[in-house]
């Protein structure tokens, strides 16, 4: 791939460079043949962003076949940001952002062409992978909000930075953002806080049905830095808890889709017993979750108290069909799990546990190894 | 006024006498150089010199000329002494460094002579401190022979644009190559890192050169870790002079305008990487 990216869409790539490094530290980058994908999941699979910039965001885009899928591993990924620092200055110092994929020789070259004729240059190794894909259609959702940015940021600037989980509720003509307490007795002592916007607040305001869903607030808000310096509006499509909802952004050049799983059904009322779960002790491995959503759950040796979390398994969806998962499933054990991922049991496929690796795997087989004990995720259904 | 009438009656015993209103016009030029725990300060009635060594490979030195300072007294041809950098930077910015509009604080640094401590009196506000720090024998600075007519090529730049290069560089590059040449890439610095390779290209009519005379394309390697010191003095420079000789040794000269907005130069001079010469 060989593409050329100038002026202000400079901008734009880095942002969503770093909006993807907040989602997941692997960065996908595959061109294909209708733009250049730029893709991360987070690691225990709740959430998938993709960026998907078509060929006329470029002042070049040249795609050789056959097409190659790179990984950027945490190293290069922040390598890569390196390159894309001083987001403020970078519109004012960058006249022009080359990028080239050559497959043959596991090269991504940046090249940045700057003020007063410097020229940076950044050639990186990277690892061949499998494309990531997550399956979801945004287009069967039979709830849909489009807003400005400006309204959903006013928004959540009202919860706390540190709140996790946010409840979003839409009946007849109104949208309630509420924060989202689980367990009993914090019930009693939280602050609980509720926002409720009219449907002529929104752009689009379609209800198909009622319904209240709870996903992760800090990658709604990843989407929000970007969707706001863009200017562009921010849509929303859901379903029923427990299905995934797709926070989207799209202009002409650009599609940015944000896929967040939501809690299932019976986490969302107000009165549920609480999980009690311990999530310093659980193993990593068992939130594992394949984008193939064809297969279902099997019985696991995981800790019995995460028995009323119920995985969901979305339905396939023809056009949308599924890579296998990519290689590298590096998590290593809840030690090297940083603290904030601690949002529980937020799924939008099926768990297929792979085998752990750690992130020097270079291999491209895409050989779902039968799962141990261990790895299996529960699936008791409540 | 309170420094001199405290040390007139003992001026005679002074071999070196150095005052200046604002100390910072010092202080923050060593900060440019402090890499090393040690100095050799070497005083001339052109003014002082101050140089620091690393493993015999990297020598940077800063001097302030005479004409900076207030007053500038030396009864020998060349006084020289080996004194702890950090201390005396530690001393000179007792007051804390404070930027207020119009508060300076005043230096008067005087120095006995072979053996003797150097004292310093620094005073703001009214409050004085005299700092006594103990000297050592000098040692003789490395001689790297590095002199104009050997030099093979030469660029100037403005420290703007090197300075977000440096800000950028790969730290997990063990080397610094820079590659001089009268064609392309003209002026380029290169990083061997982790994940890949970056260049840093300068072309000879940018903007930013103010000197280009390259008459032989040269590559070479220098330690990052040597040359990471010299980010310092570049932070406080507007222009820098990168050259190089036959041998491939490297010099950096600094540009730095004090607070007053008086000239001093800082410059390191560091040999190249003899490991690897296999070039990218």
Redesign the interface.
């Known amino acids: 791939m060989d593409c050329v990216v100038t002026g202000g869409n400079v901008k734009v790539l880095a942002k969503a460079i770093h909006s993807l490094s907040r989602i997941g530290d692997e960065l996908y980058l595959e061109p294909e043949d209708d733009g250049l994908a730029l893709r991360s999941v987070n690691s225990s699979r709740s959430a998938y962003a993709c960026f998907l910039f078509s060929p006329l965001f470029f002042s070049r885009y040249v795609v050789c076949i056959p097409l190659v899928s790179c990984v950027l591993t945490p190293v290069l990924l922040q390598c890569v940001q390196a390159v894309f620092r001083s987001l403020s200055s970078l519109d004012k110092t960058v006249e022009k952002c080359h990028i080239e994929l050559v497959g043959e020789k596991s090269r991504l070259t940046f090249t940045l062409h700057c003020k007063h004729g410097l020229m940076k240059t950044h050639n990186l190794s990277f690892q061949d992978s499998e494309s990531l894909q997550a399956v979801f259609d945004k287009d069967s959702c039979s709830n849909v909000l489009r807003a400005q940015p400006r309204l959903l940021v006013d928004t959540v600037l009202h919860f706390p930075p540190a709140l996790e989980e946010v409840s979003l509720s839409v009946s007849g003509e109104r949208v309630l953002f509420r924060n989202y307490v689980e367990e009993e007795p914090e019930r009693a002592k939280a602050m609980l806080t509720e926002l409720s916007l009219s449907s002529d607040e929104f752009e689009h305001f379609a209800v198909g049905a009622e319904s209240s869903i709870t996903f992760c607030l800090k990658e709604l808000r990843g989407l929000l830095v970007f969707a706001e310096s863009t200017g562009l509006p921010v849509s929303v499509h859901f379903d029923l808890p427990g299905s995934p909802v797709v926070l989207s952004v799209t202009d002409s050049v650009l599609e940015v889709n944000f896929v967040l799983a939501t809690l299932s059904d019976d986490l969302n009322l107000p009165r549920s017993p609480p999980p009690a779960d311990d999530f310093l002790n659980d193993d990593i491995d068992s939130y594992l979750i394949a984008m193939d959503t064809s297969e279902l759950p099997g019985p696991s040796n995981a800790p019995a108290q995460r028995s009323n979390h119920r995985l969901e398994a979305q339905s396939p969806v023809a056009n949308h069909r599924l890579e296998s998962e990519e290689a590298e499933e590096e998590e290593t054990g809840d030690t090297e799990r940083p603290p904030n991922k601690k949002f529980r049991s937020l799924f939008f496929g099926s768990v297929c546990p792979t085998d752990s690796q750690l992130t020097n795997q270079t291999a491209t087989s895409q050989e779902v190894l039968a799962s141990d004990s261990e790895d299996d995720a529960q699936a008791a259904s409540p | 006024m309170l420094l001199s009438t405290h040390s007139q009656t003992v001026d005679d015993n002074y071999v070196l006498v150095a005052s200046l209103d604002n100390v910072r016009n010092l202080s923050n030029i060593l900060k440019a150089i402090t890499f090393k725990d040690h100095a050799i300060f070497n005083a001339t009635p052109n003014g002082l010199k101050v140089t620091v060594e690393d493993s015999k490979c990297l020598q940077a030195n800063a001097f302030i000329q005479a004409e900076i300072f207030q007053e500038f007294t030396i009864k020998e041809d060349s006084v020289g002494f080996q004194i702890n950098l950090t201390v005396l930077l530690d001393c000179l910015t007792i007051f804390g460094g404070s930027t207020v509009a119009g508060v300076t604080t005043a230096l008067r640094m005087c120095y006995n002579g072979y053996g003797y401590p150097l004292t310093l009196f620094l005073e703001e506000g009214g409050v004085v401190t005299v700092c006594k720090i103990n000297t050592q024998e000098p040692e003789e600075p490395i001689d790297f022979e590095f002199c104009s007519t050997n030099v093979t090529n030469k660029v100037i730049l403005q420290s703007e ?1 090197l300075k ?2 440096f800000s ?1 560089l ?1 730290m997990t590059s063990e080397v610094l190559q820079i590659t001089m040449s009268p064609s392309q890439p003209y002026f380029r610095l290169s990083t061997f ?11 000879k ?4 050169m103010e000197l280009f005379q390259c008459s032989k394309t040269q590559t070479n390697r220098y330690r990052m870790s040597l040359l990471k010191p010299s980010t310092k003095a570049l932070a406080l420079s507007c222009k820098v002079s990168v050259r190089t000789d036959s041998r491939g040794f490297l010099s950096l000269q600094y540009l730095v305008r004090n607070d007053d907005g008086q000239i001093c130069f800082v410059e390191y001079y560091c040999c190249p990487d003899e490991e690897a010469e296999e070039e990218y």
């Open positions: 644009s977000e290069a950028e790969d890192g982790n994940s890949g390779n970056a260049h840093y290209d300068y072309p009519d940018s903007d930013m």
